[in-house]
């Protein structure tokens, strides 16, 4: 792993465990084992630091999105997107959607535009998948697909912060009832296979 490969690693987890704000590139350093100097060097600003921790995050999530896409059962996709936030609780992360929206005014207008990108991507993506789901019989919920996957990307992130209060088993007791509510039993998707 490189310099800057480690600084973006190291950044984004204080950013996820700390906040952005919280920590300095005295800090990396320190954690690090460089000087300062190494890290202005890679990362001239802290802004240009959390722009490129937003554009990393996007492309995982682009390389989730593609991984996910061949698996032909939707509630097993929805599941692969809810372990993502599962991954964050076992290790007392918050999501960087919620990271980078408490933070998200001390941003510049670039990184604030990339982290808009980021919540957008994952809100199309989530109902695009809520409508495939609903149509085939596999997803039933009111409401428009976009306006529930807002409400599920809100609550999975709220969920982390939750689970850091009261504890991880509260992330999964929020987890579990979101896609169960969601996800019709396959008895009965089954069933209504036989009788159309």
């Not at 007392?92 to 535009?113: N, V």
Request: charged share 25%; glycine share 4%; hydrophobic share 45%.
């Amino acid at each position: 792993m490189t310099t800057r490969d480690e600084i973006l690693r190291l950044g984004e987890e204080l950013m996820r465990t700390q906040g952005f704000n919280a920590f300095s590139y005295y800090h990396l350093a320190d954690a690090l084992k460089l000087r300062p100097a190494a890290v202005h060097y890679h990362f001239p600003t802290k802004d240009a630091l959390a722009l490129s921790i937003i554009s990393r995050s996007r492309e995982t999530f682009h390389a989730f999105a593609e991984h996910a896409a061949r698996e032909p059962d939707l509630q097993k996709r929805l599941h692969q997107f809810v372990r993502i936030f599962s991954e964050n609780a076992a290790t007392d992360k918050i999501c960087l959607m919620g990271a980078a929206g408490a933070d998200f005014y001390t941003f510049g207008d670039e990184t604030r535009a990339e982290v808009q990108l980021l919540v957008r991507e994952i809100i199309v993506w989530l109902a695009a998948l809520l409508r495939e789901g609903k149509a085939s019989g596999v997803f039933t919920f009111d409401g428009t697909p976009r306006t529930r996957a807002m409400l599920i990307a809100t609550n999975m992130a709220a969920s982390l912060h939750i689970a850091r209060i009261l504890g991880k088993q509260e992330f999964q007791r929020i987890a579990d009832q979101l896609v169960k509510d969601l996800c019709i039993p396959q008895k009965s998707t089954s069933r209504r296979k036989e009788k159309s």
